[in-house]
C-alpha cells in the first residue's frame, strides 16, 4: 500500500463523494456568487456518484474573485500564468487551504522523492519569487517543491542565462549525493537543455530526480514529446529520473505525477473524469476529452470541482504496473484555440444545468 | 543556550526583532513570516544546528514552540 495511491475504485468513490458534496453544501453557505450559480443551473442537491458533483469551468476564475472565506482570512492569492495583457485567474487561500495543500503535495511526492529533502536545483529564477504575496503559477510551484530540497540552487540568471559555473560549484559540492532538480518543462528545454547543446556543456548530474510541469503546448510544437524530452536530457546533463506532472493553480491538491510507467495517477484526495467536449457526457476510459478535476482541498473559494480546458485520456483504474491504485491518464493538451468558444459555452451550460 | 541560538536564528531568517519572538509565535501571523522566508528559517536552522531537517518538519514548523519541539527530535535540547 502506497500512500496516498492506496484507495481502489469503490472505497475511493465514497470516500470523494461525501467529501465532495460536503464541500458543495460548505460553498453554497458560504459563497454567494457560487450559490447562485448552483441555483441559476439546477438547484442544489446532494450528488449521487462523482459525475453528478456539479463543475465549474475553470476559466471562471479568470472572469470573477470566488472565495467562501472573508478577505481578512486570506494569506495568499495564487495567480495563473499568462501572456501579458491575458487575464489570470486568482486563487484565495486562507490558512487551512494553504497548510492542506503543502501537505497533500508532500504526501503525493513522497513515494517519489523519499522524506529526506535533497539538494536541489531550481531551473528558474530567483526573480520569480519577487512579490511575496501574490504568486505566480511559477513561483507557487517552485515554492511549492523546494520543501522538498535544501541548499536551493537556482540555476538561471535573471536574464534567462544559465549559470554554468554556479551550477558546477553546486555538483561539486554535493557530489555522490542524491540530487532534485524541479522546473517547467518548456523552460528546461528552452532554457538549459538547448542552451547546454548549443555551447557543447555536457553535465552529469549523478544520482538525480527531476519533477517538472507546466504543460508540452510549445514542445509539441518542436516535435519533443515525453520520450525524447527524457532520453536528450539524460544524454545531455546525466539526469537520471524524471517525472512530469500535470496540475493547475486553480485546484490546489490536484497534483498528478507520473509513476515509474510514465503515467500520471490521482492521489487519494482528488479525482478526474473525462467528458465529452460537445454534450459534457462523461466517457468510457480509453477516449480522450475534456479533463474534469476534483480534489477535497479547496475550501477557501469553491473550486473542488473544475472542468479544465484541456484534453486527456484516462487509460485505466487500480491496475497500472507500478502498483500504485486510482485512476492513471495522460494528458494531450490545450483544446485548440478555435473551440475555446465552446468553452465559453461551458458557463451557460453550466447555468443552464448541465448534466454535471 | 539553544533556546536563545533558536531566537537568534529566527529573527535572522524573518528579519524581526527578537523581542517579537515566543513560544506564540505562528507561522503566517506576521507578514514576516510567509512561505518565502519560511525556507530560509529552514535553511538557516539547517546550518545553525548542523541538522537535515525531514520534509514532514519543514511543514510541522508552524510555530515557535513547534520549531523547539521538533528540534528535540534531533538530539537538541531546550531548557
Known amino acids: ?356 | 543556550m539553544n533556546t536563545q541560538k533558536l531566537k537568534s536564528v529566527f529573527a535572522e531568517a524573518l528579519d524581526i526583532e527578537e523581542s517579537f519572538i515566543t513560544d506564540e509565535l505562528t507561522y503566517n501571523s506576521i507578514a514576516e513570516w510567509d512561505s518565502v522566508a519560511h525556507m530560509a528559517l529552514v535553511a538557516e536552522i539547517d546550518d545553525q544546528f548542523d541538522i537535515m531537517l525531514d520534509t514532514d518538519d519543514v511543514l510541522d514548523l508552524s510555530s515557535f514552540s513547534k520549531a523547539k519541539e521538533i528540534l528535540t527530535k534531533y538530539d537538541i535540547a531546550f531548557d
Open chain 1, 1 to 356: 500500500m502506497i500512500y496516498p495511491y492506496e484507495l481502489k475504485k469503490k472505497e475511493k468513490e465514497i470516500y470523494l463523494l461525501e467529501k465532495l458534496n460536503d464541500l458543495t453544501v460548505h460553498h453554497v453557505k458560504n459563497s454567494n456568487a457560487y450559490k447562485a450559480m448552483i441555483e441559476k443551473s439546477r438547484g442544489f442537491m446532494l450528488a449521487k456518484s462523482l459525475g453528478e458533483v456539479p463543475y465549474l469551468p475553470v476559466q471562471l476564475f479568470k472572469l470573477m474573485d470566488l472565495m467562501s472565506v472573508s478577505q481578512a482570512q486570506v494569506v495568499k492569492v495564487l495567480t495563473s500564468s499568462g501572456t501579458t495583457g491575458q487575464q489570470v485567474s486568482k486563487i484565495y487561500l486562507d490558512k487551512e487551504t494553504a497548510v492542506s495543500q503543502a501537505k497533500a503535495l508532500v504526501d503525493v511526492m513522497r513515494p517519489v522523492l523519499g522524506g529526506k529533502r535533497l539538494p536541489m536545483i531550481i531551473l528558474d529564477t530567483k526573480s520569480v519569487l519577487k512579490d511575496r504575496r501574490s504568486f505566480s503559477a511559477r513561483g507557487a510551484g517552485i515554492l511549492g517543491f523546494s520543501t522538498f530540497g535544501r541548499k536551493h540552487f537556482y540555476a538561471l540568471n535573471d536574464d534567462m542565462t544559465m549559470d554554468w559555473s554556479g551550477l558546477e560549484d553546486f555538483l561539486e559540492k554535493h557530489k555522490g549525493s542524491k540530487i532534485m532538480l524541479f522546473g517547467f518543462t518548456f523552460m528546461i528545454w528552452k532554457y538549459v537543455y538547448q542552451e547546454s547543446v548549443r555551447r557543447c556543456i555536457k553535465v552529469d548530474m549523478g544520482d538525480s530526480v527531476l519533477i517538472h510541469g507546466g504543460g508540452w503546448k510549445k514542445l509539441q510544437e518542436e516535435a519533443v514529446d515525453a520520450n525524447t524530452f527524457k532520453k536528450k536530457l539524460f544524454e545531455q546533463m546525466g539526469i537520471r529520473h524524471i517525472h512530469n506532472y500535470y496540475g493547475m493553480v486553480e485546484q490546489v491538491g490536484s497534483i498528478f505525477i507520473e509513476c515509474a510507467q510514465g503515467h500520471l495517477h490521482t492521489p487519494k484526495y482528488a479525482d478526474v473524469i473525462i467528458r465529452d467536449p460537445i454534450t459534457f457526457d462523461p466517457i468510457p476510459y480509453g477516449s480522450q476529452g475534456l479533463i474534469q478535476v476534483m480534489s477535497v482541498l479547496p475550501k477557501s473559494y469553491p473550486g473542488h470541482s473544475l472542468l479544465t480546458e484541456d484534453l486527456g485520456t484516462i487509460l485505466g483504474e487500480d491496475d497500472c504496473l507500478c502498483g500504485w491504485k486510482g485512476k492513471y491518464f495522460e494528458v494531450a493538451g490545450r483544446i485548440p484555440k478555435a473551440e475555446l468558444r465552446g468553452c465559453s459555452d461551458t458557463f451557460a451550460l453550466g447555468q443552464r444545468g448541465g448534466n454535471g
